[in-house]
């Protein structure tokens, strides 16, 4: 999108240039109707008092925000907060279902102080799905929202603003279970990359060094280290450091002294005292008991 084209803004939908939102707005369509008539590309664009659901049963789409485009093969689900910028582009094979909600709506079913409301402050993509929160559940309340619109019912209303409450729970559990999903990914990354780290690092390091090379600080790293394997960072280096002792000891003839020193420790003295709180045994003691 070039910088001398002014960014699209509807007050209705895409392409109703004519259009005026009023402040109970709600339209439910496939996402075949609008988008064929594009031919399958709904140019980047934003809605000034719009929610949006693109619920997507079928097909590929590739979604552009205002810094990245990916592409997601369904079953997706795209949430879509006022002003946000977004663009789609749909294989023609494309289905589902386009929910649009003024956001005085959803102000009205939970309080702007909510963490439900404060989690849809931002583009959400709900790619992954389970059990509890599955894609089939969010399908259903789309069945019969659908219903409920297109069927002149006593209290549509209220029953619509039920419908929408239990919506936009699942949809915050589904972003909450996808944030915690992605820090397990990020702290299992961290570990793996330090514990790379630790067998090739050249001692002595300080735990301040390793952190500084992961780009997070000593206290992250030690939150990490202890979430994952329950030992602080430290801890694990004296972990790795042992190991390494025990295989000099064990297969090699060095002395005690020789072994600190190919393990960068500068006092023997040290070396052997650390040995012997992890192993509860002397280096001494522990290449007696491997031999006899």
């Known amino acids: 999108m070039g910088n001398d084209k002014p960014i699209l803004n509807f007050e209705g939908l895409y392409g109703d240039l004519n259009s005026r939102n009023p402040a109970e707005y ?6 075949s109707t609008r988008s064929q008539t594009f031919n399958w590309v709904i140019q980047p664009h934003i809605h000034a008092h ?8 079928s097909g590929q789409v590739t979604f552009q925000e205002s810094t990245r485009i990916n592409t997601y093969t369904a079953p ?3 949430l879509i ?7 789609l582009a749909y294989t023609p094979d494309v289905s589902g279902h386009i929910l649009t909600i003024s956001e005085t709506i959803i102000e009205d079913i939970f309080q702007t102080s909510s963490t439900i409301w404060q989690s849809f402050h931002k583009v959400h993509i709900i790619h992954h799905f389970d059990e509890k929160e599955s894609f089939q559940a969010v399908t259903e309340l789309i069945g019969a929202i659908e219903t409920e619109l297109f069927e002149e ?14 919506l936009f729970v699942k949809l915050h559990r589904m972003v909450r279970q996808g944030e915690e999903q992605k820090k ?6 961290h570990f793996r990359r330090f514990q790379k780290k630790i067998k ?17 600080t000593p206290i992250h790293l030690n939150r990490i280290c202890r979430s994952v394997s329950g030992h ?7 972990r790795y450091l042992i190991g390494e002792a025990q295989k000099y000891l064990t297969h090699t003839s060095y002395s005690i002294s020789e072994i600190a020193y190919l393990l960068k420790f500068e006092y023997p003295n040290y070396f052997a005292k650390l040995f012997k709180k992890y192993t509860g045994l002397s280096p001494v003691e522990f290449r007696k008991k491997q031999r006899s």
């Open 153 to 166: 019912q006593s209290e549509r209303r209220a029953m619509l603003n039920a419908y929408f409450a239990q």
């Open 26 to 31: 709600i339209f439910l369509e496939l996402i």
């Open 232 to 238: 602080s960072a430290i801890q694990l280096v004296h």
């Open 81 to 87: 907060p006022p002003t946000a910028l977004h663009g």
């Open 200 to 216: 090739e690092a050249n001692y002595p390091k300080s735990i301040p060094e390793f952190a500084a090379e992961l780009n997070i």
């Open 184 to 189: 397990d990914n990020v702290t299992m990354s």
């Open 50 to 57: 719009l929610f949006q659901l693109f619920i997507v049963n």
């Open 76 to 78: 997706c689900i795209f």
